[in-house]
C-alpha cells in the first residue's frame, strides 16, 4: 500500500466533509479563496508594472549634483 490515499480514502473523506460544512458553506468557502487569489495576482501585477528588471537607480539622481560645483 505505501502510506498513499486511494480513491476510495478521498471519497470519503470529501463525504465526511460535506457532511460537517454543507454545500452552501463549501461553495462559499471555495469563491472567497477564489477572490483571494484573484487579489494576490493583481497586487503582483501592479507590484511588477513599473519595475524594469536590473534598473534600480534612480532616474536623473546624478542630473542634480552634476552642475553644481564648489
Request: hydrophobic letters at 40%; a neutral charge; glycine letters at 14%.
Amino acid at each position: 500500500m505505501g502510506g498513499a490515499f486511494s480513491i476510495w480514502h478521498w471519497l470519503i473523506l470529501l463525504l465526511i466533509v460535506v457532511m460537517l460544512f454543507g454545500t452552501k458553506r463549501l461553495s462559499t468557502l471555495g469563491s472567497d479563496l477564489g477572490n483571494a487569489v484573484k487579489g494576490f495576482r493583481k497586487a503582483m501585477t501592479e507590484d511588477n508594472e513599473g519595475t524594469i528588471p536590473g534598473d534600480e537607480t534612480e532616474p536623473n539622481k546624478g542630473a542634480d549634483t552634476a552642475g553644481k560645483s564648489k
